[in-house]
């Protein structure tokens, strides 16, 4: 398999060239829990962990048909995964549609309508109350991922490739 490389210009492709240069530099710091002293407890990628991540979901959004132009709308919570996820679909010049579950139905219906995405990824309970809301909107929407599992869905790491 070739390597897909981050090589389009935007932001992306300085993140993967700072990684090159300090891949053992500490990149994120997500916090799993807080205590009344501050930050309990973290999970920490540094720039070479967060572009391998990257990378191999790169892989599999490519092997998936997902190319530059190509849109995905994201309506997850952010964690490692979901920075590395959207730092892939930069790489590869996936527009990235944000939707936010507090945006309200017709919000988000206009969103879904007016994107015009391959594709969407999100949990399994957020998939299925936009489905139960916004049926139509969904349903044009050829690729779905999620995070758990659920019928007509992808699960989410099969875009995850070595």
């Not at 991540?53 to 952010?78: E, K, N, Q, T, Y």
């Not at 939707?99 to 309508?113: C, F, R, S, V, Y």
């Not at 995405?117 to 809301?133: E, F, M």
Request: aromatic share 8%; proline share 5%; hydrophobic share 45%.
């Amino acid at each position: 398999m070739t390597e897909v490389q981050a090589d389009n210009g935007n932001f992306a492709a300085l993140v993967f060239a700072h990684a090159d240069q300090t891949p053992d530099r500490l990149a994120l710091v997500m916090p799993k829990s807080w205590s009344a002293d501050g930050l309990g407890e973290s999970e920490e990628l540094t720039y070479g962990q967060l572009i391998e991540r990257s990378r191999s979901m790169m892989a599999g959004l490519h092997a998936d048909g997902f190319r530059p132009g190509d849109r995905m709308v994201i309506a997850f919570p952010l964690s490692p995964n979901a920075y590395a996820f959207i730092l892939a679909l930069y790489a590869l010049g996936v527009t990235v549609v944000l939707i936010d579950p507090g945006m309200g139905a017709q919000k988000i219906k206009q969103a879904l309508e007016t994107a015009n995405a391959k594709g969407i990824v999100s949990t399994g309970a957020g998939l299925k109350l936009i489905y139960r809301i916004l049926v139509a909107p969904l349903r044009r929407i050829p690729n779905k991922y999620t995070c758990d599992s659920g019928l007509f869905v992808k699960h989410f790491d099969t875009l995850i490739r070595d």
